[in-house]
């Protein structure tokens, strides 16, 4: 009964590092979305997929990418760390819209670009 | 495009105080709303979601929200204020194209005091 896990849970990057950010889902979900959450900002939407293979950008989509092989791993990729990335970073997922189910939302990775 | 608004970034109640907090929505055509809770270093779990149906919902832990139209408001209340409903709460909007992706608003943190 894992529904979405994302690891690591913190990570610590110096400026111009990349890394993966993982994000696995079992419950067969269609909809798999990557949010970052900034103090007082509300969570901002970087990228989402509607099906394996189909990605497509969201609200803050700059400095990151993404690919979905497979309908239960939706990685999000950080190529040159920089400080305004420094943000607690949320997957999410969902069945077929939120009409019919809710997003199920993962424990977040905190990531700090030094 | 959908909006979310919420008014009161802080909201401090007494134990066994009603609680109420705001949400104005904007949307051009019937939105599927939400509210969201996320208790600390945790992710976000769904309290309550409105798809057309009842306009009162009812939803977990004795909170619920009223959908109402003609305000554009969908506000969060519990009529009895527990200690542990001190938390960080959002309510999002649906977009509604293919994506059904979330739209958040920047969040309500709630205090209750003993």
């Known amino acids: 009964n894992a529904g979405v896990t994302q690891t690591p849970k913190f990570r610590i990057l110096k400026i111009g590092q990349s890394m993966t950010l993982q994000c696995t889902q079992d419950?067969?979900?269609?909809?798999m979305y990557w949010y970052r959450q900034d103090p007082g900002m509300g969570l901002k939407l970087i990228y989402y997929?509607?099906?394996?293979?189909?990605?497509d950008k969201g609200e803050v989509p700059n400095g990151y990418n993404v690919s979905r092989s497979t309908t239960e791993d939706f990685p999000l990729r950080l190529e040159l760390a920089a400080p305004s990335q420094t943000s607690v970073y949320f997957c999410?997922?969902?069945?077929?819209?939120?009409?019919?189910?809710?997003?199920?939302f993962g424990q977040g990775t905190r990531l700090t670009v030094v | 495009a959908q909006s979310v608004t919420q008014l009161g970034s802080h909201v401090s109640v007494s134990e066994g105080a009603l609680v109420l907090l705001r949400c104005n929505y904007s949307?051009?055509?019937?939105?599927?709303l939400f509210w969201y809770v996320q208790y600390p270093n945790q992710g976000l779990q769904l309290l309550l979601k409105?798809?057309?149906?009842?306009?009162l919902v009812k939803g977990i832990n004795g909170f619920e929200a009223e959908f109402k139209k003609s305000e554009t408001s969908f506000h969060l209340t519990k009529p009895s204020a527990h200690m542990s409903d001190a938390a960080e709460y959002f309510c999002?909007?649906?977009?509604?194209?293919?994506?059904?992706?979330?739209?958040f608003g920047s969040g309500t943190r709630l205090l209750v005091r003993p």
């Open positions: 999002a909007v649906s977009e509604m194209d293919s994506s059904y992706k979330l739209i």
């Open positions: 997929s509607v099906g394996a293979g189909i990605t």
């Open positions: 999410a997922s969902s069945y077929s819209g939120p009409e019919n189910t809710e997003a199920f």
């Open positions: 949307s051009s055509v019937p939105p599927y």
């Open positions: 409105y798809t057309s149906a009842a306009t």
């Open positions: 419950m067969n979900h269609n909809y």
